[in-house]
């Protein structure tokens, strides 16, 4: 059974750029979530979709945005990029009804 | 503030020790609780969970124990090994109902510990 998939796994921007990163979560998963990990504030909440809605959002400013198509697989975007992005961007599918979140292995964004 | 907390930030123990992992939280409404592995280069792994309305679960080589008088968790890995290295992160899941049901996906996540298993 495949994982949870994340592209792309390394990508480089310049401040003031835009970046859209794509998770396919594992089949039958219809709840993805995302999560910034930086080496300063660890793992944060970033936001969770289930059924193409937005269910719940973390403390993120409104440069951090995210959606999720029909097949349940989610892209979130990050508009008018900061050197401060650069982290490593997790997401996370699971069943709904057992909470069980399985984790990709990442898109790791470097913004210079 | 609530939060999820560690209270070491890294663990070195000989292979074949047992190793224990702390890990501290705030908010007495957390209802779950999962301990995550996760490895250089990749995304974190479940390893254990356990919920409210029990004190201990047991998996392979693996404990949780969960104290809710002093909302304090912990992971106990018996003999552990050289592949056991990498970081632990406890995390909360707290429950909430909106009008999509029941979240899950929302983990506040502790620290991290990052565990040294020397040969």
């Known amino acids: 059974k495949a994982g949870v998939t994340q592209t792309p796994r390394y990508l480089i921007k310049t401040r003031g750029q835009q970046v859209t990163l794509s998770c396919s979560p594992i089949?039958?998963?219809?709840?993805v979530s995302w999560y910034q990990q930086t080496p300063g504030q660890g793992l944060q909440f970033l936001f969770e979709?289930?059924?193409?809605?937005?269910?719940n959002k973390g403390n993120f400013p409104g440069r951090f945005s995210g959606r999720q198509f029909s097949n349940s697989r989610s892209e979130m975007n990050v508009s008018t990029l900061e050197l401060g992005d650069s982290a490593l961007y997790l997401c996370?599918?699971?069943?709904?009804?057992?909470?069980?979140?399985?984790f990709g292995e990442g898109s790791r964004l470097t913004v210079l | 503030g609530e939060s999820v907390g560690l209270h070491l930030p890294t663990l070195s123990v000989q292979e074949g020790d047992n190793s224990i992992i702390n890990c501290a939280y705030s908010?007495?409404?957390?209802?779950?609780f999962i301990w995550y592995k996760q490895e250089s280069g990749k995304g974190p792994q479940f390893i254990i969970d356990?919920?409210?309305?029990?004190d201990k679960r047991q998996g392979q080589r693996v404990t949780v124990l969960l104290n809710k008088t002093v909302k304090h968790l912990s992971l106990q890995i018996a003999a552990t090994q050289p592949g056991d290295s990498a970081v632990y992160f406890c995390?909360?899941?707290?429950?909430?109902?909106?009008?999509?049901?029941?979240?899950?996906?929302?983990?506040?996540f502790g620290q991290g510990t990052i565990l040294t298993v020397h040969p």
């Open positions: 996370a599918s699971s069943f709904v009804t057992t909470g069980e979140l399985f």
């Open positions: 089949s039958g998963h219809r709840s």
């Open positions: 979709y289930f059924s193409e809605t937005q269910r």
């Open positions: 908010n007495s409404a957390s209802d779950y």
């Open positions: 356990i919920r409210s309305n029990m």
């Open positions: 995390a909360e899941n707290r429950r909430s109902s909106n009008a999509g049901g029941t979240s899950y996906g929302k983990l506040t």
